[in-house]
């Protein structure tokens, strides 16, 4: 399963932008996709998950009602619409995808595969 990450950029806060992991290679196996994220001079955290039978949805205390996970099953892509972005919400935004045991979204270890990361940059 290969993982492509696009649509970072730089925006003012209270702005929204919309990013997209396109997924492509032997993708009937996927059962989750997650966003997580690296801030300069902090570790990884989990944004949000989904997943792809069921559509559950899974986020982060600080992204509720400001984020929105969705996925495209025939279209083998997962967008997270991120909306009244703030300043704290810059950082490398990376997918990932679940195609093993998948109990605890936000943890790294239940993904097995990962796309390259987009920036995200909000300003204040």
């Known amino acids: 399963v290969q993982l492509q990450a696009s649509g970072g950029g730089l925006v003012q806060a209270g702005g929204s932008l919309r990013l997209s992991c396109a997924a492509s290679?032997?993708?009937?196996?996927?059962?989750?996709t997650g966003w997580f994220r690296q801030a300069p001079g902090k570790e990884r955290e989990f944004v949000a998950a989904?997943?792809?039978?069921?559509?559950?949805?899974y986020y982060t205390d600080s992204v509720k009602g400001r984020f929105t996970i969705s996925r495209d099953n025939a279209k083998n892509t997962v967008a997270l619409q991120m909306n009244s972005l703030k300043p704290e919400d810059t950082a490398v935004y990376y997918c990932?995808?679940?195609?093993?045991?998948?109990?605890?979204?936000?943890?790294?270890?239940?993904?097995?595969?990962w796309g390259q990361g987009t920036q995200v940059t909000v300003s204040s």
């Open positions: 989904v997943r792809w039978h069921s559509g559950s949805t």
């Open positions: 990932a995808a679940s195609v093993g045991v998948y109990r605890v979204p936000g943890i790294g270890a239940e993904y097995d595969y």
């Open positions: 290679g032997r993708t009937s196996g996927i059962y989750a």
